[in-house]
């Protein structure tokens, strides 16, 4: 009868997923936009590490994207990046120490 209901009324997935989003249903629903941060701590590529560690505390991410001189992604520097450039940490600029290409995925 529910079947035949939603059928009738034309409830597809999408209705689920907004209107039963804490569900087991409604998180397999989830959209990435759904669940990311739209306010990534941006450094650029030439930043000196000093400055790429301020803006990763300020907002509590504990990752910061690199962004080339047209606005682009090209790379993140993660705590991972941070460990593994520990010696001469503070010599270094964004551009050293970033993981380049990240992979992303869009928000739908």
Do not use: N
């Amino acid at each position: 009868l529910a079947i035949a209901l939603m059928e009738h009324r034309r409830f597809t997935p999408e209705h689920f997923r907004t209107f039963h989003p804490g569900g087991k249903l409604g998180a397999l629903l989830a959209k990435v936009g759904d669940l990311m941060h739209t306010d990534l701590p941006l450094v650029g590529l030439d930043a000196p590490m000093s400055e790429a560690l301020l803006v990763i505390s300020q907002k509590g991410y504990g990752v910061t994207g690199v962004v080339d001189g047209d606005g682009a992604l090209a790379g993140i520097i993660t705590d991972g990046d941070l460990r593994r450039h520990m010696q001469g940490l503070l010599d270094l600029d964004a551009r050293a120490v970033m993981t380049p290409a990240p992979r992303t995925i869009a928000p739908g």
